[in-house]
């Protein structure tokens, strides 16, 4: 790396930073808790939400059901557990659309600086930053219908001209080094250079994005789906639960309360996870704060 | 300043021809058959003949689309299917609701954003700062579709202080229109109030710390009188761009929230133009949406150069 480090002894380990760091503490904890609850969903989930259980309807949080049942008599726990999977998946393949098109688009508009193909690409991405991603779902779904891949590829599409500027930006700085004239020198080619050189040290700045843009997924995933344009009824899925709750938020008010608080405590773990990785990759954040 | 103008206007243009052959590619060319899309599987041959002839399929796209476009452009946006009515008609009375409500909305952003910003950078690293950074993240995170619901459910429901849904019209006086415009348009302010608040506090720590500020610190300044005097004009390039952005989520933010609170706003219209398959409601709506979007990036961009003289020479 050519960021000029501290020596041994007063780097604190990575650990150590780590644990020192309670917003990425915190975030780690939260999101770890939403992804295990995703994944033991698989395998186990309090009560079968296929089976509707209307004796037991719209009751509130007991011993029974942890966070109560909704208007079908379904445990809201085991459903918030199912519609996990929903908005885990809706998001990480929607940040995956947009890293693997748009990280490639911006290394090569950084490699052919200031060229007519850098021009077109990053004018192509002002034009889909035009479109915010309910836009796309809206156009999207009134061609082909609703459904969750809609809303994956609606929030994929506005995902790949963030990534593609990022990654612009951040090689273009890196051309500049030394490092790379080296490597240019030694006659590799803009596109090795790329891949060899650029990329691995965008990567963390990649991280961090695509965990600010899963954030956004998630709650783009629950809007969509709230309105109707995301995943569809028998999915469970966050949003919906939140549709569904609606009519009866004056009496049931725990239907609305913790698919609400699933999507809070998701975006904002996610979120200070994103800060806690910032402030660890970014060697001159970290020397301010030791 | 007159070429930097220019420039952007070409642009402007540019983006505007581009996101129309979009959207009309979208909508009416991908698909297939937009007549048996709106009609559904079931519709007779000759129905589906009708409303071929009628929306005009039996002509190439190519020229469909300068039909479409240069009708816009002399504010004919076509008939709806569903409604038999002018589009632009139809336009024209939900935007009644939806622009004032995103007016409303970006006024409580900068409202909330700027003192709140302005006051954290002024006290960083205190306990102030912290806690209200704090509940920023809290506000960034909180889906606002979901605050909306639970304002209703505290503020209509059990105080009773707004009704719960619809709009009362401006022909009953601007006083009710706007309360009941009040507690959606907070639901979409608080989490953009949350983001410009951070935006606000961090741009104004970056310039704090440049090369000027500590001339006027040595020339005897205060730091407050410094953030105020040289700070905060030149932390509000960052600051602008994302007000422009935050139009455009609050513009199509709206949508979500006019369902939450069945606001007859273009958010209303769209949803229903989707479930009716009136995709010609659905194209213009789009369109009239990322017309404003494209419309407000190019004024942001303006108002850098009014900001910001050093652009006015650059381009």
Known sequence: MSEPSLSPAQTPSTLRIVLRSRSLILGLVLTLTF?????????????????????????????????????YGRDIASM???????????????????????????????????????????????????FPSLLIAVMITSAFGPSATNAIIAIGIFNIPVFARLTRSSALSLW????????????KGAARISWEHILPNITNMMIVQGTIQFSLGILAEAGLSYVGLGAQPPTPSWGRMLADSQTFI???????????????????????????????????????RT | MLRYTLTRLTSLILSLVAASVVIFAAIEVLPGDPASVMLGVNAQEDTLAALRTELGLDQAPAERYVTWVSGMVHGDFGVSYTYRTPVAQMIVDRLQVSLPLALYALALTVLIAFPVGIWAASRRGSVADVSVMGLTQLGVAVPNFWFAMLMVLVFAINLQWFSAGGFAGWSEGPLLAIKSLTLPAIALALPQASILARVMRSALLDTLSEDFIRTARAKGLTRRQALWRHALRNAMIPVLTIIGMQFSFLLAGGIIIENVFYLPGLGRLIFQAISARDLIVVESVVMLLVFAVVMVNFLVELAYAFVDPRLRVRR
Not at chain 1, 40 to 67: E, Q, R
Not at chain 1, 176 to 187: K, P
């Open chain 1, 35 to 71: 992804v295990a609850a995703a994944l033991i969903s698989f395998v186990w989930v309090p009560y079968d939400i296929a089976t509707l259980d209307i004796a037991n309807k719209i009751k509130g949080p007991s011993g029974a059901h942890w966070l109560g049942t909704d208007h």
């Open chain 1, 176 to 187: 500049q080094r030394d490092y790379i004239l080296a490597a240019r020198v030694a006659g």
């Open chain 1, 80 to 130: 918030i557990m199912q519609g996990a999977r929903t908005s885990i998946a809706v998001a990480v393949l929607a940040v995956g659309i947009g890293m693997l098109i748009g990280v490639p688009l911006g290394l090569w508009a950084a490699a052919r600086r200031g060229s007519l193909l850098d021009e077109v690409i990053m004018r192509t991405n002002d034009l889909v930053f035009a």
């Open chain 1, 250 to 288: 004056s009496f049931a008010p725990h239907m609305a309360l913790f698919p609400g608080l699933a999507i809070l405590l998701t975006v904002l773990g996610l979120n200070l996870m994103g800060d806690g990785l910032r402030d660890l990759f970014d060697p001159k954040l970290r020397r301010g």
